[in-house]
Nanobody, 127 residues
């Protein structure tokens, strides 16, 4: 059975930082990309950052230079380091696995391309 567990959300002031974590188990996820997505109330789920098996990363324009996606294979954990947070970053953040093999070929920021999802972790940034 596949499990994707994301955590690390919280409430911070604008300019602050948070680190989200995601542990995926129950399938051979190393052959596929993983990613972080977010959904604000009344809005569609959008891609934030994706990373494939070769370490190629993709970022939404709105987070480039502020967010960093990384993976610790020894711990089977995916991270999203978020710096210089803005109120518009407020959303439920989801980890996803089972995405395109290569981000250079498939769209690692399209939620429709990912098969397994975490339950979400809330990030709230106040001004």
């Amino acid at each position: 059975q596949v499990h994707v567990v994301d955590s690390g959300g919280g409430s911070v002031q604008a300019g602050g930082s948070l680190r989200l974590s995601c542990v995926a188990s129950g399938f051979t996820y190393r052959g596929y990309s993983m990613g972080w997505f977010r959904q604000a109330p009344g809005k569609e789920r959008e891609g934030v950052a994706g990373r494939d098996r070769d370490g190629t990363t993709r970022y939404a324009d709105s987070v480039k230079g502020r967010f960093t996606i990384s993976q610790d294979n020894a711990k089977n954990t995916l991270y999203l380091e978020m710096n210089s947070l803005k109120p518009e970053d407020t959303a439920m953040y989801y980890c996803a696995a089972g995405g395109p093999t290569y981000c250079s070929i498939g769209d690692c920021l399209n939620p429709r391309n990912f098969e397994y999802w975490g339950q979400g972790t809330q990030v709230t940034v106040s001004s």
